[in-house]
Structures are given as C-alpha cells and as structure tokens.
C-alpha cells in the first residue's frame, strides 16, 4: 500500500477504562513507531482526516463527539478502538451509557479489543487508510455521499470544464443553463 499523505489523527476517549489510551499512546512510542507510516497524532481536529475513538459514549460526549466530527475537513475516517469505542463493551448497562460511537457518528473501522494491542490499532489506522483513499477517490469522481444527518455532501460528477452535473439528463443541465 502506498501512502499520498501523511494522515494526522486526532483521538478522543468518551468514558472508559483508560486501557485502550494507554495502547494508542504506546503506538506513539519507539517501539511500535506509528510515524513511520507517516501518521502523526494532533490535537486539533480541523487538521486531522482520522478520528480514532476510545470509550463507550455517555450522554455527555454525544455534543463533543459531534462537534469534533463536526470541525474535521472532508473526506474523513472514523476509527472506533475497542469493544467499548464499538459497542459499549462491559460498560454498555450502565445508566448513562448510550453504546458505542457508531450510534452518534458513521463509523468506517472497527479495532476490536479489550483493551486493543498496539499492533491492532495500528492494523486499524491502516486499514483507515484505505478507507481515506477510496473516499479521496469519490470525492475526485463526485460520486454520492451522505453526512450524518443523511442530507448529500456533493453529488454528480464533474465534466472537463469542472461543471457539476447533477445526474440529470443532458437536456436538463442545458435547462439549468438556460435559467429555466
């Protein structure tokens, strides 16, 4: 696989154990050395393409997760790290729980684990990697997309000219620049 870019993650932990923050920052260390890949973990998310989630998701994170998602740049990655970041793991019948993170944000990953290895979320930025890339792809083509709300992003594709077609027939995109 080759890398375009050097993605820059930012990571937020909704309500856990601290378990799998401990294993995201040990992919910081020597050891594992998560830049080699060119990856760098940042801390604003207007600069970041991967946002990677630790911890099950209470009633209290549910604005800042939407918010940070909300402030990332398109195309954008979400990696959930852990059983707990997924599901809700062994917090999920606690009364203020609400699950994992897909329940708020459209999630792309999923590292399983309690708490993930090292070796697993980076297997997982990886594989997020991909997903960057066949986003970055679509994006070039205008194919469909869909936010979080389900309204539309972008859709149609652009011609030569970098005109916007709308998927529309040909007599309708003269009508359009008609102005009828």
Request: proline share 5%.
């Amino acid at each position: 696989m080759t890398i375009t870019k050097s993605p820059w993650v930012v990571h937020y932990d909704g309500s856990s154990c601290n378990g799998c923050d401990i294993e995201v920052l040990a992919c910081l260390t020597p050891m594992y050395d998560v830049e080699r890949f060119g990856i760098i973990n940042t801390g604003n998310p207007k600069h970041a393409d991967i946002f990677l989630v630790t911890g099950a998701i209470n009633e209290q994170n549910i604005p800042v997760v939407r918010q940070i998602y909300d402030q990332m740049p398109g195309p954008k990655v979400v990696i959930a790290v852990g059983v707990c970041a997924s599901s809700g793991g062994i917090f999920r019948q606690c009364y203020n729980i609400v699950g994992g993170v897909d329940l708020i944000i459209p999630v792309d990953v999923y590292v399983p684990g309690c708490a993930a290895r090292p070796e697993a979320i980076i297997d997982g930025v990886v594989k997020g990697l991909g997903v960057l890339a066949e986003k970055q792809a679509a994006l070039r083509k205008g194919v469909v997309q869909e936010d979080v709300q389900g309204g539309y992003i972008y859709e149609g594709t652009y011609d030569e000219t970098g005109t916007l077609h709308t998927g529309g027939t040909e007599d309708d995109d003269e009508k359009e620049a008609d102005g009828a």
